[in-house]
């Protein structure tokens, strides 16, 4: 469990709120916990997103498989649950 203190959907106004609903788009209504971490602030987690989308779907050698094993790797070595 995080100590940041975390704004919670439900609280969310201005910029987050807009972020928020571009994580959660119109199927989900939940944020995880590993981004709600930056709530505090809403351009840090917009940029957050972006860096996450092109590592994650951007051009590369990596097949997204293996990009997904990588990010599940750095986790198990930094006690992180993934």
Known sequence: MSWIKMIDENEANGR???VYKKITGPKKSKVANVLKVQSLNAKILDAHLGLYKSIMYGKSNLTR???EMAAVIVSKANECHY
Do not use: F, P, S
């Open 65 to 67: 498989r293996q990009r």
């Open 16 to 18: 987050l709120k807009e």
